[in-house]
């Protein structure tokens, strides 16, 4: 229409990648060529975008983009490859089922496949669905009715059982082939191990991560300053294909079995019914799905889907949508399946919803390591289900990219389980009210100065008696790295913040045998080793304090550093900043941590309190005199692995000698340590000509 008149025959042929159009019009006028989408090479591009997130989430466990912006990159997929199909490749996510076997687990070959569910996200294409299935039903005179059930998020697995007996446990995998774990799944409390028939039975399930459980643990690993789960899904699969059992065995994971794969019809009486089939999976002993619902038409299934929708904040489990499933056991296997996907069965993943409300005000919270998080408070409104009156701004960056101002009228969006967010701010509707937010000088807890370092985009409260990171803190200070006192895990420690017994490091010292034996039944004698433990750590050399303590950018390393030049913690703290700079491993930002620490009143009080305790803070002279510095001005390099050390053993004997270890080898490097399968490190090594050493060398060395 550009050209004028009307448009007549159009050609489309495909040439270097592209799709060329060559418009004749009407009135006999011929366009030029004209390259219009580059259709090849963005499915190409296209398809390595999910290749790549979708390895992230099956195999990494570690997701890059929201499930909704994954379903809606794969919808696109979908419909080009609809447009197009000569361009479909045989490796294309459309045509088979996302995840690999992890490398160390044995594989299974399933007997029954394990095939994804096609996604939907309209009630219009549910409808279309129960069009063609319908239709079927009629053709082949079969009763349908649909069964409505939770989409729980979590990692699908099947369970072989052979007489009554759990023999097998795998993951899903690539749908044909997955991972045994069998050891690790029979750490789940709800996967029985015995049945409660002596039958041959192979049984579909979602192993996951309540969602409370989910918040708890996310809790701890932020106490210890461990990375955080970005899902519940991801914690789950991370947690279950783990290749030391004894670590599944500590995370909270939990199964619903929702399907049957395989089973012994001369045992196992199906009727014809999905829905009965789940009845009798849970008299046999399973944890079957809960929520589950019958439903005659497509009307009450879409009924049933919205009312999961109206509860999902009820549950105690995430989902991610809900699945409609054909009753009919006969008419499924008239149906069929794709290579990927069954035709009697669809997901319906519930659309991101949105919603305007007022940002009442912007207040800070205190994370547990001190992180200082800006949280939106707006007008209460309900979005997916949910009233939100609250959401997290993440930090000071944020609220200036999206230039957001107390007062302003925001868009709340919550798509599936995940956490509310501020998408947008409309500026239209500004009147002049409205107010900066500037972030805190100071904590809003302890009052304690507020730091935000070049580079990051975190504000932090630097107090080490601040109430809200008590007990990351605590965590921290009994650690291994630093004052070791063995018994004072992270469960002890928050029974005793729970009853009060602690409010602060220093009060670990002031417990008594009693107040230990009180939190665990006949605990006389764990509490006695606590205290003696306690007691012990009084002793420790004066770089474990240090460590403890927790200052910024403060590691063994560094303490050690610090406790070569002074001598007690006094001078520590009352260097100035440019001794401390000059200090090896220790460089200007970590000096600026240091002395900003030690001139907080928290931090003043607190020694004092422990030097009542009678924690020592000096380097303890029997150590100190005749130091043997063998390897003073010397430096390391640890690769491979040794016999009879551990990396982390080498190091610090290298280190109580005088010696510096380094992750790099370099010209400077005077001695690098190889063990067993050294890699790279040991190249290099030999390419600048620096002396490398065995570990009998290095245990000659040391003698």
């Known amino acids: 229409s550009t050209a004028g008149g009307d448009i007549g025959d159009i050609e489309c042929f495909e040439a270097s990648n592209s799709i060329l159009v060559e418009v004749t019009m009407s009135e006999g006028r011929q366009q030029t060529m004209m390259e219009v989408w580059p259709i090849a090479r963005h499915l190409k591009e296209l398809r390595e975008k999910l290749e790549y997130y979708a390895k992230l989430y099956y195999d990494m466990d570690n997701p890059a983009i929201s499930d909704y912006d994954y379903d809606m990159m794969m919808n696109r997929l979908k419909a080009l490859e609809k447009q197009f199909p000569e361009l479909i490749t045989r490796d294309s996510l459309t045509q088979k089922v996302g995840g690999h076997v992890k ?24 409808r279309d669905f129960d069009t063609r299935v319908r239709k079927v039903a009629e053709e082949n005179n079969e009763e349908l009715k649909y069964v409505v059930e939770t989409k729980i998020d979590g990692l699908s697995t099947a369970l072989k059982y052979e007489n009554g007996i759990l023999v097998q446990g795998a993951t899903r995998g ?137 509860d999902r904040e009820k549950l105690s489990f995430g989902i991610d949508g809900a699945v409609v499933k054909v009753d009919n056991l006969h008419l499924r296997e008239i149906l069929g399946t794709t290579y990927k996907t069954p035709k009697w069965a669809i997901a319906y993943k519930y659309p991101p919803e949105k919603k305007e409300t007022k940002l009442l005000d912007i207040v800070c919270q205190v994370g547990r390591t001190g992180a200082i998080t800006p949280t939106a408070i707006i007008e209460p409104v309900k979005v997916a289900g949910s009233t939100i009156s609250k959401t997290t701004l993440h930090n000071e960056d944020f609220i200036k990219e999206k230039d ?42 302890c009052g304690s100065p507020v730091v935000r370092e070049e580079g990051e985009a975190i504000a932090r409260c630097i107090g080490i008696e601040c109430s809200a990171k008590i007990l990351r803190n605590l965590a921290h200070f009994v650690s291994k790295e630093g004052m070791d006192i063995d018994g004072l895990g992270i469960k002890i420690i928050e029974q005793l913040v729970d ?205």
């Not at 868009?411 to 701010?425: F, L, R, S, T």
């Not at 009147?431 to 100071?442: D, L």
Request: glycine share 6%; charged share 30%.
């Open 103 to 126: 490398e160390g687990f044995k594989q299974v070959v399933h007997e029954v496949p394990l095939q994804s569910l096609q996604d939907i996200f309209s009630f219009e294409e549910l």
């Open 404 to 445: 957001l101002k107390i007062g302003d009228t925001v868009v709340i969006q919550k798509q599936g389980d995940v956490i509310p967010e501020v998408v947008d701010v409309i500026k239209d509707k500004r009147n002049g009210t409205e107010k900066e937010f500037i972030m805190p000088k100071v904590c809003p807890v």
């Open 174 to 310: 690539n749908g044909q082939i997955g991972e045994d774990v069998t050891e690790n799944l029979k750490t789940i409390k709800h996967i029985p191990k015995e049945i409660n028939e002596k039958i041959n039975i192979t049984v579909r399930g979602e192993v996951f991560i309540g969602t409370k459980e989910f918040e708890k643990m996310n809790e701890e690993r932020e106490i210890l300053e461990e990375p955080l789960f970005a899902n519940a899904r991801n914690a789950a699969a991370g947690s279950l294909r783990q290749l030391n059992s004894k670590i599944t065995a500590q995370r909270p994971l939990d199964i619903f079995v929702f399907n049957v794969q395989k089973y012994d019809a001369n045992t196992f009486d199906s009727e014809n019914s999905h829905f009965v089939e789940l009845n009798k999976l849970e008299k046999l002993g399973f944890n079957v799905v809960p929520v589950r619902k019958l439903c005659s038409t497509i009307d009450e299934a879409i009924d049933a889907i919205k009312k999961i929708g109206e």
């Open 499 to 703: 009853k009060g017994l602690i409010k602060n490091i220093a009060d670990i010292y002031t417990l008594t045998v009693d107040d230990v034996a009180s939190l665990k039944k006949n605990g006389k004698k764990f509490a006695q080793n606590v205290i003696d433990a306690i007691n012990q750590s009084k002793q420790n050399e004066l770089f474990k304090l240090i460590t403890a303590l927790g200052i910024r950018h403060i590691g063994v390393k560094s303490a050690k550093g610090l406790t070569k030049k002074f001598k007690t913690i006094d001078e520590i703290a009352n260097a100035d900043l440019e001794t401390l700079s000059n200090i090896d491993d220790v460089g200007e930002i970590t000096a600026k941590s240091i002395y900003e620490f030690f001139r907080q009143e928290q931090t003043i009080d607190l020694i004092q309190r422990l030097k009542d305790a009678g924690v020592n803070t000096k380097v303890l002279e029997d150590k100190s005199a005749g130091y043997d510095q063998r390897f003073e001005g010397k430096t390391f390099v640890l690769t491979g692995s040794l016999e009879n050390y551990t990396r982390d053993q080498a190091g610090e004997i290298i280190e109580n000698f005088g010696g510096k270890v380094s992750g790099s080898v370099s010209k400077k490097t005077s001695y690098v340590l190889a063990g067993e399968e050294a890699g790279s490190k040991l190249t290099k090594a030999q390419d600048l000509g620096v002396t490398i050493i065995s570990e009998q060398e290095f245990i000659d060395m040391i003698k």
